[in-house]
C-alpha cells in the first residue's frame, strides 16, 4: 500500500501561499479551508517551507502579536521532509513519528503532487487492517 493509495482517494489539490505573505493571511486562510499547514512557494511553484498552525503558536508566544504582520517566511519551517508516491504509508508514518509532524507533501520529480496528513495515514492503515480482518474472519467460516 503506497502514499499513491491516498492520493487517489483525497485527491491531489495542494494549498500554496507565496514567501511575501503575512502572518495573518495564513491564519485566514488555514482557517477558512479547515486545514492545519500551508504549504510555502516561491515564484517559480518551488516548496520553500511548511508553516503548521503549530509553528503561529510557537511564534506568538515568542513574539507576540506584533509577528502578525510578518511575512510568513519568517516563520515556516525551511527544511521540509517530502515523500514519494512511491512511498509505502507504512514507511511515512514513521518519518512523521519520528520528525515529530503530521504532515508530509509529495513530490514528483520535484514537482509538488499532493500533501498527506497522519490522518489521512491512519485512516487508510484502518481500512487495510478491516479488510485484512474481513478475509480471515471469511476464511474461517469457510474451513
Ligand atoms: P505539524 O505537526 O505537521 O503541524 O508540524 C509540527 C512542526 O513540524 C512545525 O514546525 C512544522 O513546520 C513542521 N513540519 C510539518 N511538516 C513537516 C515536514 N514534512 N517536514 C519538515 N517539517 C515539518
Redesign the pocket.
Same mark, same amino acid.
Given at each position: 500500500m503506497t502514499v499513491r493509495s491516498i492520493l487517489d482517494e483525497k485527491g491531489r489539490n495542494v494549498i500554496t501561499l507565496g514567501v511575501s505573505t503575512s502572518v495573518t493571511d495564513a491564519l485566514k486562510l488555514l482557517e477558512e479551508k479547515a486545514i492545519? *499547514?500551508i504549504l510555502i512557494t516561491n515564484s517559480e511553484g518551488r516548496l520553500e517551507? &511548511?508553516? !503548521?498552525? %503549530?509553528?503561529i503558536v %510557537?511564534s506568538l508566544a515568542r513574539g507576540g502579536t506584533g509577528i502578525l504582520s510578518d511575512s510568513v517566511a519568517s516563520h $515556516? @519551517?525551511r527544511? *521540509? *521532509? @517530502?515523500c514519494s508516491q512511491s512511498d509505502a504509508v507504512i514507511g511515512v508514518m514513521e518519518v $512523521?513519528s519520528k520528525?515529530?509532524? %503530521?504532515?508530509?507533501?509529495v513530490t514528483d520529480n520535484s514537482k509538488l503532487v499532493g500533501l498527506i !496528513? &497522519?490522518g489521512d495515514v491512519v485512516k487508510r492503515r484502518l481500512q487495510v487492517v478491516e479488510k485484512e480482518a474481513e478475509d480471515i474472519r471469511s476464511y474461517i467460516s469457510a474451513i
Open positions: 492545519g *499547514v517551507g &511548511i508553516l !503548521s498552525e %503549530r509553528d %510557537r $515556516m @519551517t527544511n *521540509v *521532509v @517530502t $512523521m520528525g515529530r509532524f %503530521r504532515h508530509l507533501p !496528513s &497522519i
